[in-house]
């Protein structure tokens, strides 16, 4: 399998997002994941026009295939040049397989095809996968990383303050707006994925934070009127995600942490330490916005771990 850039064909390219039309206007899925969506769909696309198929006309047979050569090229020596491009491991499998049930299945009840090539595609097992998180020491060093007497410095404290005190997703914190912060009563209005609304106390100390930044360092970054994010950038237009994970990457090695981090690790560690700290699960599941109970249930695993590990450490029979 080559990578290949080639525009699709019409047909391909108008079903592909009549598909992801229909998934936003009956499942409200984020933009995030529609574009994952389309990508996975693009690329089979390309794949199969080799083949000498259309999207549309895939069999069960095109889609082993396709996801075995897949597999296979994701392991050459070469792709340790662009890993993040290249990379087919079990979760990438996973969701390939999701976002193709759900294409195929969205044909059949089209009645576009009679039939689903993936009835008989078996999901990769993926096993228990804990996210990871700091130590409450870890998280202290964290915070205290950015330099509060530089502008820059406000902000950054404010965004690590506020993620780890209300447990924000990355797109969450750097999307938020003034109109979403009601600093009176101390909650941060969100908008989560699908379209849901959650309101979170963000506590003191981010209040505190927030509070500083807004007063003293805001002002300086906002060049136009118009603008009402809450953590500009240097341009003055809101930050990228990627520019929060180069921060945070930043202010954990000035912090001394060496744990592997994610853009998520403050949410996990808010999640992780309200559980250790005997907080309701359910409560914890409002706070993140988690659809499903049971994609909160991996905190109390990485609580049960950490507990574990303190006891054999420092119990004298552990």
Known sequence: MTPDTSP???EDAA????FADHLWLEYGLAANTLASYRSDLTLLSRWLREQGRGLDAADAPDLKT???QRHQRSRLPADRQRPHRNRFGARSQARFITVCRRYYGWLVRERIRGDDPTANLD???LGRSLPKTLSTAEVESLLLAPDVEHTL?????AMLELMYASGLRVSELVALRRDELNLQQGIVRLIGKGGKERLVPMGELALDALNQWLQSGWPVLIRAADVDCVFPSTHGGPMTR???WILIK????????HTPLSPHTLRHAFATHLIEHGADL???QTLLGHADLSTTQIYTHVARARLKAIHAEHHPRG
């Open 8 to 10: 699709l064909s019409p």
């Open 15 to 18: 079903g592909i997002e009549r």
């Open 66 to 68: 396709y996801l075995s």
């Open 123 to 125: 999901m990769p097992n």
């Open 153 to 157: 410095g406000l902000r950054d404290r």
């Open 242 to 244: 990627q520019n929060f």
């Open 250 to 257: 930043r202010y954990a090695a000035a912090a001394g942490i």
């Open 282 to 284: 359910r409560a914890v």
